[in-house]
């Protein structure tokens, strides 16, 4: 449980971490790629106001390499600029003042040319410059991987100082539930001596008392019992919390547990004026703890004979497809709420509006997930005007 708290704080940290530094570093790429654009469009305009008209060709002076074409009425295209654009392909200018002139923007990139334009109409001609575009994206590449890098360098170690600084904040947890495990676990095995020194006792009172007394005796031994029974319930939670008790996997079965743990309820709910109906498919096998599944299929049982109404039938059906198993039981009655459904698997919850009468601790439940889960499977509950059913999956052939 640590451990998934500590990943959890790791998480969260980590993920508002990298949203900082992915909106970081595109507020940087966006900034300068405007930056880079800004002067490109300045150079191309200045090479638009005097370039034509002054001693100096477009793209001469030191900055952007560029080119301009002025376009006049008749058709007739004069086209000047630096040493870096071959101006001799008329065929090529050509086609790139058409694409351009056929362009409602007035400034934009071609890209089957990769060239910058911007475009000005003037009284007598329409004016042109052209920059080369590759340079900005060949920068804009190279800044983006710079980035990334950058990203991913920051993501590492903030990501170590997150773990680092996440086993700081969970040791308190990890303190307080470390002692309430030992408080739970050493109060556990203490309240089983005197409840069983109380249950010899009663048994030896029972010999010794007259009718009078005997139903004070079956009272006493009635709660030791179900006293026991809480104490037994919590111990092995709390060492399936720690991790003190291993299961013992072993090749089983599964289909043969669950029909021997069937058979056992048989009785159990023909007492309880209810039906026991089971479908089990044959020879499924799997690895597992059989003891733990056959009080994981006893938990599920015993649960829906208690809830079921009287004279109605209790499903109790296993499949196996995709290698896995597939386990439900399923009794009719009442639906149970959202909210009770979501809270089921939680220890000494019980939906009372769905459980008037019931005898239990509401930590049934919570021991069947802690053997689902360390058999690797899943549990969950569906309730609705039909029937409220539990589904088990549990991996096969291991």
């Given amino acids: 449980m640590i451990r998934k708290l500590r990943w959890k704080v790791v998480a969260v940290t980590?993920?508002?971490?990298?949203?900082?530094?992915?909106?970081?570093?595109?507020?940087?790429f966006l900034s300068s790629r405007?930056?880079?654009?800004?002067?490109?469009?300045?150079?191309?305009?200045?090479?638009?106001?005097g370039a034509l008209d002054g001693p100096m060709r477009p793209g001469q002076d030191g900055g952007i390499p560029c080119f301009t074409a002025e376009v006049y009425a008749g058709g007739t295209v004069r086209v000047s600029g630096s040493s870096y654009f071959d101006l001799d392909d008329e065929d090529t200018l050509l086609e790139i003042v058409t694409a351009t002139l056929s362009r409602r923007e007035d400034s934009g990139v071609l890209e089957d040319y990769h060239l910058r334009y911007l475009r000005e109409n003037g009284p007598l001609s329409i004016r042109i410059a052209y920059a080369d575009s590759s340079l900005e994206q060949s920068t804009l590449r190279s800044l983006?991987?710079?980035?990334?890098?950058?990203?991913?360098?920051?993501?590492?170690?903030?990501?170590?100082?997150?773990?680092?600084l996440s086993g700081l904040v969970t040791r308190p947890v990890e303190k307080a539930w470390q002692e309430q495990q030992r408080f739970l676990s050493d109060a556990s095995h203490e309240l089983k001596t005197p409840l069983t020194v109380i249950l010899s006792s009663a048994d030896l009172l029972s010999g010794a008392v007259g009718d009078e007394g005997q139903g004070y005796v079956d009272n006493i031994r009635s709660e030791s019992r179900r006293m026991k029974k809480l104490v037994e319930s919590m111990l092995t939670l709390s060492r399936a919390d720690d991790g003190a008790h291993r299961l013992v996997f072993s090749p089983l079965d599964l289909s043969d547990v669950v029909t021997d743990t069937a058979l056992l309820f048989e009785p159990v709910a023909f007492e309880a004026n209810r039906q026991l109906l089971y479908d089990i498919q044959e020879h499924l096998q799997t690895s597992g703890d059989g003891d733990k599944l056959r009080q994981l299929v006893g938990i599920l049982l015993d649960n829906a004979i208690k809830y079921a109404p009287e004279h109605e039938p209790i499903r109790l059906t296993l499949t196996g497809a995709d290698k896995s198993a597939c386990l439900t039981v399923e009794n009719g009655g009442a639906p149970l709420s959202p909210e009770a459904v979501e809270h089921l698997f939680d220890r000494f919850y019980r939906a009372d509006s769905a459980r008037s009468g019931a005898q239990g601790f509401g930590l049934g439940l919570s021991i069947a997930k802690s053997i689902v889960t360390e058999h690797g499977g899943t549990i969950r509950c569906e309730s609705d005007s039909r029937s409220t059913r539990f589904i088990v999956t549990l991996p096969l052939g291991r």
């Fill in 14 to 28: 980590m993920s508002v971490v990298t949203a900082v530094l992915l909106l970081a570093l595109t507020a940087v």
């Fill in 34 to 49: 405007s930056a880079m654009e800004s002067r490109t469009r300045q150079e191309l305009q200045q090479a638009l106001q």
């Fill in 144 to 164: 983006t991987g710079t980035t990334a890098l950058i990203g991913l360098a920051a993501f590492a170690v903030l990501f170590g100082f997150s773990y680092l």
